[in-house]
């Protein structure tokens, strides 16, 4: 399905749909369970790092399955959106609308403001032929994810997003209020430590900019990208087993929880997964050096994985039951 429905409903909820994004069978797995026994709608994302590293057509066939993979599972109404996360052209959106996505992002933050609406609008025309709803961008992100790499940030401009939504058609807005792509959101020099366990203290997040967005548009569904929190039980357990992570740090889960009561009605959720599935997989294979069959360590990390996708709807987003 689409994300027209979903979002109009977690607006009106005060929840967020999860956007998880998978590469691998093993994370597909997880976020069906971890959705199927909390009946929560969500969003599959596939980057362009991840249609390089699984191939296009096998992650749409494995969606596929993962639909008919819910409902063994016992959910018998699954809410499932596959979506392709930051689009960059035209071309890239329009191959995934016809092939079967049910949501695309077109992701134009980088450009000029003049060139980035004509760039969203012709997506947007192109897949709404074919009802398949579009993430539009405004303001960038920091930090790393795959091929999105911005050195620079802004914050999106909340005087912009009424013209901008108007003359695209856009679905829905990611906006930055200070999320960052990857492990290493912020750099110390712009946290503050904690004293106690001398761990780094992001900065808070920009809600003024949110309260504007949403005054300026109320109702319309916004998107946060770069939206992990970097849980330090991971990183410690990465730390401790021959990894090495020095000063990761992410967005406090209150933040999101609070964000995710508001218009912001799809949370971003990637990096978070990586280090629940690096810290299982570190953990086995420090503990049982012996071990060669990968079985034996990527259930551990699909397990855990599970624990995290649960944690995330239950305890953050707000999203188990609503879709029963
Ligand atoms: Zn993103």
């Not at 329009?94 to 997506?123: H, Q, R």
Request: hydrophobic share 35%; charged share 25%.
């Amino acid at each position: 399905m689409n994300t027209r429905e979903m979002f109009a409903k977690a607006v009106d909820g005060g929840y967020a749909i999860p956007a998880f994004n998978f590469n691998n069978m093993e994370q597909l797995q997880a976020i069906i369970k971890a959705c199927a026994e909390t009946k929560s709608p969500v969003i599959l994302q596939v980057s362009s790092g991840a249609r390089k590293y699984a191939n296009q057509t096998l992650l749409r066939y494995m969606a596929e399955g993962a639909v008919e993979y819910a409902k063994e599972l016992g959910w018998e109404h699954p809410q499932i959106c596959l979506h392709l996360d930051h689009g960059d052209t035209f071309e890239l959106c329009k191959s995934c609308v016809d092939f079967g996505f049910s949501s695309v992002m077109i992701d134009g933050s980088s450009l000029p403001y003049e060139e980035n609406i004509a760039l969203t609008k012709k997506v947007v025309e192109y897949a709404h032929q074919y009802d398949v709803t579009v993430e539009a961008e405004l303001g960038v992100l920091a930090g790393v994810e795959d091929d999105v790499v911005a050195e620079e940030s802004h914050y999106t401009k909340p005087e912009e997003v009424i013209d901008f939504a108007t003359r695209t058609g856009c679905d829905s807005l990611a906006i930055s209020i200070g999320t960052s792509h990857g492990a290493y959101k912020f750099k110390p020099e712009q946290c503050t430590r904690d004293p106690k366990t001398g761990k780094l203290v992001p900065p808070p997040l920009a809600f003024d900019v949110l309260e504007e967005v949403e005054k300026k548009l109320p109702g319309f569904p916004i998107v946060l990208h770069g939206s992990s929190s970097v849980p330090q039980e991971y990183v410690d357990i990465i730390n401790t087993h021959g990894g090495n992570l020095p000063d990761a740090v992410g967005i406090p889960e209150d933040q999101l929880r609070k964000a995710a009561k508001s218009a912001v009605c799809k949370i971003n959720i990637d990096s978070d997964s990586r280090l629940a599935f690096t810290a299982a997989v570190r953990k086995v294979l420090a503990e049982k050096p012996g071990e060669f069959d990968p079985r034996k360590y990527c259930g551990p990390a699909r397990d855990e994985m599970v624990k995290l996708y649960k944690h995330k709807i239950i305890e953050v987003l707000g999203s188990d039951g609503k879709a029963e």
